[in-house]
């Protein structure tokens, strides 16, 4: 059976989240995360949360997990096909989530949380907050009308972007008078009842 090792409102909630749109079992190793004196120091097999095990795989990177599940277990579900004209755009949005837009959020995860001295910090945090406003931005701007990420429907690229979403709201990036394209889609996302379930877990 899956293992997934998670941490409540973290990426892990990715993981948490597809299996259960997809009605696969798994268990939980449940950890506690917090900021280490250097990254990788979270107690899962290699730091970081999440982890997987599934037999003899054992792996890390949520977007490589998200692949690897809808490959060996998704019989077609959550993921247009290979050759598929709305593939490209599915790798697109899944990549987005964690290459572009939680890159300048993780500056601020970092200045915030791992270094005691935020305050000093202030000119940092504001820059990295503006860029991943800008990424926002973007994103918003190519949102369409449909539902979710595809035309065709809810995708494992919606999950990504998802937890990523979650962030930029902690961090109030994401306000409705400037993103309601993206805070209605996050609405949108937060009642999905695999989510609702992940985020107990
Ligand atoms: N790109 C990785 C990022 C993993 C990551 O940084 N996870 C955070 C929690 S959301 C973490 O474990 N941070 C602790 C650390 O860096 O030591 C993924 O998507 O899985």
């Known amino acids: 059976m899956i293992k997934v090792y998670h941490a409540p409102r973290t990426r ?31 107690d899962t097999p290699f730091g970081k949360v999440p982890a997987l095990v599934d037999g003899e795989v054992s792996m890390f990177e949520s977007g490589a997990m998200v692949e690897y599940i809808l ?23 899944l990549h987005f989530s964690e290459s572009t837009a939680f890159v300048p959020m993780s500056a601020v995860v970092w200045l915030k949380l791992y270094r005691k001295d935020a305050e000093q910090q ?20 190519r949102m369409g009308d449909h539902d979710y990420l595809l035309a065709s429907g809810f995708s494992a690229a919606d999950i990504m972007l998802g937890l990523t979403l979650n962030i930029a709201k902690m961090f109030n990036i994401i306000d409705e008078e400037h993103f309601p394209k993206i805070a209605a889609y996050h609405k949108r996302l937060a009642a999905r009842p695999a989510l609702v379930k992940a985020q107990t877990l």
Do not use: C, H
């Open 12 to 42: 892990s909630v990715r993981i948490l989240w597809l299996l259960e749109e997809l009605g696969l079992p798994y268990e939980i190793e449940k950890v506690a995360f917090g900021p280490k004196p250097k990254p990788f120091g979270q």
């Open 71 to 93: 490959e060996r277990y998704g019989n077609g579900r959550l993921a247009p096909a290979v050759g598929d004209p709305e593939r490209a755009t599915y790798l697109q949005w």
């Open 122 to 141: 202030a000119d940092l945090i504001k820059d990295a907050i503006e860029r991943a406003a800008v990424a926002f931005e973007f994103l918003e701007a």
